[in-house]
């Protein structure tokens, strides 16, 4: 019994590490300004998700002033975007 608890908290433990490593504490201005551009919606057949890297047709938006992040408004949903390689970093809800 002490060996399932000691390999179930491992595994949390492990597992909290990796969703860690997913999470972007994103700058508020960035997030403000995202949230106020009146930018139209691209329809994308594909499902969207944070680390899915988006095709080179979808255009991305700069945040001016703030180096490293874009945006861009898929099926209605505001998803900001690493410019360069247009991975998703996260998608505001």
């Known amino acids: ?16 590490a990796a969703f860690a ?9 960035v ?3 995202v949230m106020e ?4 919606s691209v329809v ?3 499902e969207i998700t944070v680390g899915a890297t ?4 979808v255009e991305i ?3 001016p002033n703030v180096d490293g992040y874009g945006y861009t408004v898929i099926n209605e949903r505001r998803v900001i975007v690493e410019p360069k390689t247009h991975r998703v970093i ?4």
């Open 1 to 16: 019994m002490r060996k399932i608890m000691l390999a179930t908290a491992a595994m949390l433990t492990i597992c909290s």
């Open 21 to 29: 490593q997913t999470t972007v504490v994103l700058p508020g201005e």
């Open 31 to 33: 997030r403000t300004y």
């Open 37 to 40: 551009q009146k930018t139209p």
């Open 44 to 46: 994308y057949d594909g």
């Open 54 to 57: 988006l095709p080179d047709t």
């Open 61 to 63: 938006h700069t945040v």
């Open 90 to 93: 996260q998608i505001l809800e």
